[in-house]
């Protein structure tokens, strides 16, 4: 028989557990790292003035921050798991103008921008951007969506415009 002798089984006894220790350390700093780099993307994306919402394939809400759930006059938990069709409505979008866009992004993974006025009692301008998201494979993972309240940008515009045609008239 060929035995090792006992000092030969000591010393991998010994790099199999430094090797472990090294192999749990190297885990938990994996961990800590991927805990900050979440941390920090929670504060990133919940200090964005825009709304931000993030559906998966089948259009269901995984994710809105702060600006979106006010926008939806709700909490960003009660969001989550909802069709985003159900959190356009509740923001004031018309059907006629989302569904569409909602299904072009879906469907051929083109990037959408809209700008809507929310419903007929509402005189907020709201730009929209749908893009769609990937997995490692390249395939539909569902979509990010942006909405921007472009109401005093626009408002301004249009005081710049009345006033243009103003002096053109005298």
Partial sequence: TCALPIST??????D???????????????KERLALERTRMSITLETIADAVITVDRSGHVLLLNKSAATMAQC????GVDRPVSELFSAIGLRPEL???????VQQTGETVQLRSSRDNT??????IT??????AD?????????????????????????????????
């Fill in 138 to 170: 390249d395939q539909p993972a569902g979509a990010v969506w942006v909405l921007r309240d472009v109401t005093d940008a626009v408002q301004m515009e249009q005081e710049r415009s009345k006033a243009e045609i103003g002096r053109a008239h005298v």
């Fill in 98 to 104: 989302f569904e569409p866009a909602l299904a072009r």
């Fill in 122 to 127: 509402s005189t907020r301008v709201l730009e």
């Fill in 130 to 135: 749908g893009t769609p998201m990937r997995d």
């Fill in 16 to 30: 199999a557990l430094q090797r472990a220790t090294a192999s749990e350390q190297a885990l938990h700093a994996e």
């Fill in 75 to 78: 909490e960003p938990c009660e």
């Fill in 9 to 14: 089984m000591v010393m991998t006894t010994q």
